[in-house]
C-alpha cells in the first residue's frame, strides 16, 4: 500500500514529522518496507565530464569524447557539438534513457562506424531552452565535484509503502491509516465534509442481484452521471496516482482508483450507453467468456459472480471490468458501481482464473459493507468536478442486512494476555479512536466492532487492538522460567546427535540436500517403495520426494568429482520417504565415500577405499552411539543398489527383517548409469528408527567388574574351510566351544590359492584362553584346542591345517 | 699402607681416562677378582694383631668403596655415551608429514540447532518432533487458517496430491498442533526441522530450517513471551546486550501477533549483532490464538501461552557471517569444509555454546 504524506494529511491533522510518522506507522503493526521518492524519467541524466575529445576518424565534423561519468571507466561518446572540448563539464545520458524533446528511447548506437554510448545533451533536447547549437556547458565551481550525480533533482514527493497484513484491509485505503495514528496519538482524525451534492432524477437501468445459492455479491449500489466530458486528470490526481506507482488513464479510471486508495472503496465505472438495458447480477454458467480490460478473453467456469446485461457478461464483480462497457474519452454517460462482494467467491474465482487486481486484493480481504453510499459520493463529487455532468438519485439493491458484531470484553482479559494494566479510562478511549461504539456494563464493555473491521470477531482481538495500538513496548520483560516438565531429548533425538557427530568424527563432511530429489536418480534407489511425485515441484528435476537418502548424496558427490575433489567422504542425516501420508518416513543416515586411502603418503601403501573401510565406520559409529557389541549380526542382505558380493547389513536379532544398517559398494550398474568417474565408491546407512532402544540408562548397565589374574594363554589355528563359509561362523563355533575360558577369537589370516585346494580358504585365528578361577595346565590346554578343533570339523567341514 | 694408597691412586687416574667398557672390567676383576690386589689384602687381615687388624680393615674398606663406586660410575657414563650414539644414529625427519588425517565437519545448520536446543534446554524446554509431510489441517486449518484466508498465500506450497490434502509442511507449527492433540497441558516445547515452500530465489529456498517454540501453561503472559526471546537472542548470539523490538503483526494463528527485529550494524564489512540503528526481522511470535487451543482440544479460558517459530538458516548465517542461503544446500566440498563445525564442538552450557 503506497501513499504520500501529503495524502495522508488530507485526513489526519498531525504535528508529527515524517520520521516519526514512519516510527509510529511500524509500532501499530502498518510496516514501513520502504520511505523513498518515486523514481522519475530524469534520473538517468547525470553530470559529466569530457576528459579527451579527438576528431572522429570517419567524419571531420563529429567528434569521439572520452567522457568520466564517475565510474571507474571512461564511455566513449560520439558528439558532433562544436563546443565539446577536453575538460568541459556537461550532461550525459546513458542508453535507454527518454530524450524529454522528442522522447525517444537512447539505444547504443554505431555512429560512422564507431560506436556510441548514449549522449551528451543540449539544453533544447532537456527542453531547458532553445539552445540546441552545442551541448550544456556545466559551471565549473559548481559541478566539479559532482561528476556521476543525477543532473536533475527528484522534486517527486516521498512515497510510503507499507506492507499491510491480509487481516488489515481497512488500512489498504488511506483513510484506515490515518485513523490508526489518530488513535495512537499521531493526531486527530478530520471529520469528512457533508456532501452537498444535489442529485437529479434517477437512476433509470434497472439492477438485479440474482438470489441464487453461490452469489457472490450481497450490496450493489449505483448512480448515473450524465453528459460528462473525460479528459485527462488534473495534475493533483495524475500525481497521486502516479504516487502509487500507477498510470494515469482518464479522468474517470483515475478518480475511481483515487477513491479506491484513499477510503478502501473499490468503485467501477461503466459506459452507460454501451449497458443492454438492465444490469443482472449472478452467477456465471460455464463456458461463457468476456473480453476483461487486461485485454484477456476469459472463459468462465459456474457459479462465478458475474456483472452482466441482456448481451451477456459485462464483467467479473470486484475483480475486473470488460472491455465492452468500458470508459473512453468519448464517453458521454457513466454508471458508477460500488459494491459489495464476499470475500469467499472472489477468492475462489481469481484463483481459478488467476488473476489479480488492486479491486481483487481488496474485495478478497473484505471490504466496508457500510461504505457503499460514501464511495459513491465521493467518486461522483469528484468527476462533476473535473468532468461536469449531472448525477442521479443512488440506487443500493440489497440481498442481505449487514449485521453488527458485538463483543462483551472483560478488560481483565488484556491484563492476563499482556501481564501489563491499562486503564479503563484509557482503554476505552482508544477503542473509540479506532471506531468502535463502547459502552459499559458493569465491568464488562460492550463493544460494536466498525463495519470496517471483518478481522474482529471476538476478545482477543480486542487485546490485540489496544495492545498494539498503546506499544508493545509497554510489555515486561520477565525472567524466563526455567520449570522443566520432561528430558530435553528422547532416546531417538540421542541417538541422532550421538550418531551425527560419531559419524562426522570418521572423517565425513555433513551436508544438508533437498528432500525432493530427480525420479530418475530416485528410481535406482527406491527398491520397492511407491514412487512419491509432488504437483507442483520447483522445477523437473526435484520432482519427487527423495524415496533413500542416497539419489542426492550421489548427485552432489558426483559434482564434487567433476569439481576435481579425488577422495571425499559425504554423509547426510535426514528424512527418508518411504509413502506419502503424513509419518511414512524413517530417519536415515546415508553416507558416501570415494577415493583412496593415504593418498600420495610418503610411508603408507595408498590403496582404494573399499568395503571394510565402511564397514568398521558403521560399526564403530554404532558402538560409539551405545549400540551394544554383541547385539550385533553381520549378514550379507542387503537392497539391491548395493553390490551383491561386496556388501552387508547390520542386524541387532537373526530374525528381524529390517537392518539397522548396511554397508558395502555401490551397484557397479549405478555407477555406470550415473557416470560417475571414481577409483572407488562405498556408502553406508543407518536407519535410526530400527534400531531397538535401549531400555536401560548407562547408570542401571554398568555389571559388575570382575577380571583374571590368572595366566592367559594364546594359541593359533588354521582351518581349511569352505570359501563360502562365513568367519563370523566360525568365530561364533570356537566360542560357543567355552563360553567361560575362551576369552576373544580374532581372524587375523586369510589366504586363497597355492597349496589351497579350489573352492576352499584357509583361515587362521588367534585365540585368548584364561581361566578365573587358576592357571591351566598343558593338560587342561590340550583338551580345549582338541574341543576347538573336533567341534569345528564337525560342525563347519573345515580341516584343520596341519 | 702407603703401597696401597698408592695403588688405589694409580687405579683411579687409569679408571679416569679410561673409556673402554671391556678394559674398565678388567680392572675390576684386577681389583676385586678372586685374586684381585683388594681382595689380596684383605686376606692379609688374618694375619696381623687386632690392633693392626682394626686401623687397616677400616682403611681397606674405605679404599675399596672408593674404588667400587669409580667403578660403577664409569661403567654407567660409558653405557650412557654409548646409547646416546645409538640414538643419534636412529634420528629422523620428524617434518615429515603425519598420516593422512580425515576431518568431519558438522553443518552450520545442524550446528545452530544444537545450539538452540541447548539454550532452550536451559530453560526447560524439550525438543519434539513433526513428518515433513503434512495434511492440510495441521498445517493451515487446526492454525486458524481455513481455507478462503489470504494468508494462506503468504505460503507457497508444495502439494502431493491434487485434492490439496497431502503437503509438505510450510513452517513447523504443526508440531503444535501433534503436540498438543496428543497430550495434556502445560506444554513447553521446541520443535526445529525442515520446512518447504515452492519460491526459489538468491534469498528463498525451496527448503528450509525453522524452530517452533511453544510454552502453554495456565498463566504464561507476552511479558514471558519476551523474556523468554530476549533471553535466546542474547545467549545465541553470544553478547552481552542486545537490541530488541517487538512490532505487531499478523499471524492466524497467534493473537495478539508479533515480529521481532534485532538492532545491527555493519562494521568493517561485517555484521555486529546488538548494537547500531539498523533492524533486521528474525522471527514471528504471538500468544497462541483461542481457535487453535480449540482446536487440539485445550481450554482457552484455563491455559494460555506464546508460540514463536524462527528461521534456523537465516539465524546461522547472521551469526556465522554466511552471505549465501543457496549454498547451504549445494553440497559444495569446499563450502562445506569451510563453514562446518568440528564434531567435538557440542554445543553445551558448562562448555560455552560456541568456542
Known amino acids: 500500500m503506497k501513499f ?150 527528484n522534486t517527486s514527493e516521498k512515497v510510503i509503502d507499507l506492507s499491510i497484513t491480509p487481516n488489515r484491509p481497512d488500512c489498504l485505503g488511506v483513510r484506515g491509516i490515518a485513523r490508526d495514528l489518530s488513535a495512537s496519538g499521531a493526531g486527530k482524525l478530520k471529520i469528512n465534509k457533508k456532501s452537498n451534492l444535489k442529485y437529479r432524477g434517477n437512476q433509470n437501468i434497472n439492477v438485479t442481484i440474482k438470489k441464487e445459492k453461490a452469489q457472490g455479491c450481497t450490496i450493489f449500489g449505483s448512480c448515473l452521471i450524465k453528459g460528462v466530458t473525460n479528459k485527462e486528470s488534473p495534475k493533483w490526481l495524475k500525481d497521486k496516482i502516479l504516487s502509487l506507482g500507477q498510470k494515469p488513464i482518464s479522468a474517470i479510471v483515475d478518480i475511481t482508483n483515487y477513491v479506491m486508495f484513499d477510503l478502501n472503496r473499490p468503485l467501477h465505472a461503466y459506459d452507460a450507453d454501451k449497458i443492454d438495458n438492465e444490469i443482472i447480477v449472478r452467477s456465471s454458467s460455464k463456458g461463457e467468456s468476456f473480453e476483461a480490460l487486461d485485454n484477456k478473453k476469459y472463459i468462465l467456469e459456474n457459479d462465478m459472480c458475474v456483472i452482466s446485461d441482456r448481451s451477456g457478461v459485462l464483467g467479473l464483480g470486484g475483480i475486473i471490468g470488460g472491455t465492452r462497457s468500458g470508459t473512453e474519452y468519448s464517453t458521454k454517460n457513466i454508471l458508477l458501481e460500488s459494491a459489495y462482494f464476499l470475500p469467499r467467491s472472489i477468492r475462489k474465482t481469481s484463483k481459478q482464473l488467476n488473476i489479480d487486481t488492486d479491486a481483487k486484493f481488496r474485495f478478497e480481504r473484505g471490504i466496508d459493507p457500510l461504505s457503499i453510499e460514501e464511495g459513491l459520493i465521493k467518486a461522483s463529487e469528484l468527476i462533476k468536478q473535473i468532468c461536469g455532468g449531472e448525477i442521479s438519485n443512488l440506487d443500493v439493491k440489497k440481498i442481505e442486512n449487514y449485521k ?241 558380493g561386496k556388501s552387508g547389513g547390520v542386524f541387532q536379532n537373526k530374525k528381524e527383517k529390517n537392518a539397522i544398517a548396511y554397508f558395502g559398494e555401490i551397484h557397479p550398474s549405478i555407477i555406470k548409469k550415473l557416470d560417475i568417474k571414481t577409483e572407488g565408491l562405498v556408502i553406508f546407512e543407518i536407519c535410526l528408527d530400527y534400531i531397538k532402544e535401549s531400555n536401560q540408562k548407562i547408570k542401571d548397565s554398568k555389571s559388575e567388574y570382575k577380571f583374571s589374574d590368572y595366566q592367559k594363554s594364546e594359541r593359533d589355528f588354521a582351518f581349511i574351510i569352505n570359501k563360502n563359509f562365513k568367519s563370523q561362523e566360525l568365530v561364533n563355533i570356537i566360542k560357543s566351544v567355552d563360553n567361560k575360558l575362551i576369552k576373544s577369537v580374532r581372524v587375523f589370516d586369510v589366504f586363497e590359492g597355492e597349496n589351497i585346494p579350489e573352492g576352499k580358504k584357509s583361515i587362521a585365528v588367534n585365540v585368548t584362553i584364561q581361566s578365573e578361577e587358576k592357571t591351566l595346565n598343558e593338560n587342561d590346554l590340550d583338551n580345549i584346542n582338541k574341543l576347538i578343533i573336533s567341534s569345528v570339523e564337525s560342525k563347519s567341514g573345515a580341516k584343520i591345517r596341519s | 699402607m702407603s703401597d696401597i694408597k698408592k695403588i688405589k691412586d694409580n687405579y683411579i687416574d687409569k679408571l679416569n681416562t679410561e673409556n673402554n667398557i671391556e678394559k674398565v672390567n678388567n680392572i675390576k676383576s684386577e681389583l676385586f677378582g678372586k685374586n684381585g690386589i683388594i681382595s689380596n689384602e684383605f686376606k692379609k687381615l688374618g694375619s696381623i694383631s687386632v690392633e693392626e687388624r682394626k686401623k687397616l680393615a677400616s682403611d681397606l674398606n674405605n679404599i675399596k668403596d672408593e674404588l667400587q663406586n669409580k667403578i660403577s660410575i664409569k661403567i654407567q657414563e660409558i653405557e650412557t655415551k654409548e646409547i646416546n650414539l645409538k640414538l643419534e644414529k636412529e634420528k629422523i625427519d620428524v ?38 509431510v503434512e495434511n492440510e489441517y495441521n498445517n493451515f486449518t487446526a492454525l486458524n487458517t481455513p481455507d478462503n484466508h489470504p494468508a494462506r498465500d503468504m505460503h507457497d506450497t508444495f502439494y502431493l ?195
Not at chain 1, 549380526?633 to 548395493?642: F, H, L, N, Q, W
Not at chain 2, 550494524?265 to 561485517?270: C, S
Open chain 1, 4 to 153: 504520500t504524506v501529503d495524502w495522508l494529511k488530507n485526513h489526519l491533522d498531525t504535528k508529527f514529522n515524517n520520521n516519526q510518522i514512519i516510527d509510529k506507522l511500524t509500532n501499530i503493526g502498518l510496516e514501513v518496507e520502504s520511505f523513498e521518492s518515486s523514481t522519475s524519467e530524469l534520473d538517468t541524466f547525470i553530470v559529466a565530464k569530457i576528459i579527451n575529445a579527438k576528431t572522429h576518424p570517419n567524419a571531420d565534423r563529429l567528434k569521439l569524447c572520452d567522457v568520466d561519468i564517475g565510474s571507474d571507466k571512461t564511455i566513449e561518446v560520439v558528439c558532433g557539438a562544436p563546443n565539446a572540448k577536453n575538460g568541459l563539464l556537461t550532461v550525459y545520458a546513458p542508453p535507454g534513457s527518454i530524450i524529454p524533446k522528442n522522447q525517444m528511447k537512447l539505444s547504443i548506437s554505431k555512429i560512422r562506424g564507431v560506436t556510441s554510448y548514449g549522449m551528451l545533451c543540449s539544453e533544447s533536447e532537456l527542453l531547458l531552452s532553445n539552445e540546441s547549437d552545442g551541448i550544456i556547458e556545466l559551471k565549473n565551481n559548481k559541478y566539479a565535484n559532482k561528476i556521476g550525480e543525477k543532473y536533475f533533482k
Open chain 1, 404 to 644: 453488527k458484531t458485538i463483543i462483551n470484553f472483560d478488560p481483565f482479559l488484556f491484563e492476563k494476555t499482556t501481564g501489563f494494566n491499562v486503564e479503563n479510562k484509557e482503554l476505552i478511549k482508544i477503542l473509540e479512536k479506532l471506531g468502535f461504539n463502547v459502552s459499559k456494563n458493569k465491568k464488562i464493555l460492550k463493544l460494536v466492532v466498525p463495519s470496517w473491521r471483518p478481522d474482529i470477531t471476538q476478545p482477543i482481538d480486542i487485546v490485540e487492538e489496544i495492545v498494539r495500538i498503546k506499544g508493545y513496548e509497554n510489555i515486561n520483560t520477565s525472567e524466563p522460567i526455567k520449570t522443566r516438565l520432561k528430558p530435553t531429548l528422547n532416546y531417538y533425538q540421542k541417538l541422532f546427535h550421538f550418531l551425527q557427530r560419531s559419524v562426522a568424527s570418521k572423517g565425513y563432511l555433513e551436508t544438508v540436500t533437498w528432500s525432493f530429489t530427480d525420479s530418475k536418480i530416485n528410481q535406482l534407489f527406491k527398491e520397492n517403495d511407491e514412487e512419491i511425485p509432488i504437483v507442483n515441484p520447483i522445477s523437473s528435476d526435484l520432482n519427487v520426494l527423495r524415496n533413500s537418502i542416497f539419489p542426492n548424496l550421489i548427485f552432489y558427490l558426483k559434482k564434487n568429482l567433476d569439481r576435481g575433489f579425488k577422495d571425499i567422504s559425504l554423509f547426510e542425516i535426514g528424512p527418508s520417504f518411504k509413502g506419502k501420508n503424513p509419518g511414512d518416513q524413517l530417519t536415515v543416515i546415508g553416507a558416501v565415500r570415494a577415493g583412496k586411502v593415504s593418498r600420495l603418503s610418503w610411508n603408507d601403501k595408498e590403496r582404494i577405499v573399499d568395503t571394510f573401510d565402511v564397514k568398521k565406520d558403521v560399526i564403530q559409529s554404532l558402538y560409539e552411539a551405545g549400540i551394544n557389541k554383541d547385539d550385533i549380526i553381520i549378514d550379507d542382505r542387503t537392497p539391491s543398489y548395493y553390490h551383491p
Open chain 2, 95 to 132: 617434518t615429515l608429514p603425519e598420516r593422512n588425517i580425515e576431518i568431519g565437519k558438522i553443518h552450520p545448520v545442524s550446528q545452530v540447532i544444537d545450539e538452540i536446543s541447548s539454550i532452550f534446554s536451559e530453560i526447560g524446554f524439550s525438543v519434539e518432533e513433526g513428518p515433513d
Open chain 2, 161 to 355: 496430491d491434487n485434492n490439496k490434502e497431502l503437503l509438505l509442511r510450510t513452517h513447523t507449527s504443526p508440531v503444535q498442533v501433534r503436540t498438543m492433540l496428543k497430550g495434556k497441558p502445560p506444554f513447553k516445547i521446541i520443535a526445529p526441522g525442515r520446512t518447504y515452500r515452492s519460491d526459489s530465489d538468491q534469498t528463498h529456498a525451496p527448503m528450509f530450517h525453522q524452530v517452533e517454540g511453544l510454552h502453554i501453561d495456565k498463566n504464561i503472559n507476552m511479558g514471558h513471551l519476551k523474556g523468554c526471546l530476549n533471553y535466546f537472542i542474547k545467549e545465541f548470539f553470544e553478547v552481552n546486550k542486545i537490541k530488541m523490538r517487538f512490532r505487531p503483526s499478523h499471524f492466524p494463528f497467534t493473537e495478539p501477533s508479533a515480529e521481532v527485529d534485532i538492532g545491527y550494524e555493519i562494521k568493517n564489512g561485517k555484521i555486529v549483532i546488538g548494537e547500531g540503528n539498523k533492524w533486521l526481522e528474525i522471527l514471528g511470535c504471538g500468544m497462541v490464538h483461542p481457535n487453535v487451543l480449540k482446536n487440539v482440544n485445550v481450554n482457552p479460558s484455563k491455559y494460555q501461552g506464546y508460540a514463536f517459530g524462527i528461521g534456523i538458516d537465516r539465524l546461522g548465517m547472521l551469526k556465522y557471517g554466511i552471505n549465501d542461503l543457496r549454498a547451504f544446500f549445494e553440497t559444495d566440498y569446499r563450502w562445506l569444509s569451510h563453514f562446518g563445525f568440528d564434531p567435538l564442538d557440542v554445543p553445551s552450557n558448562y562448555r560455552g555454546l560456541s568456542r
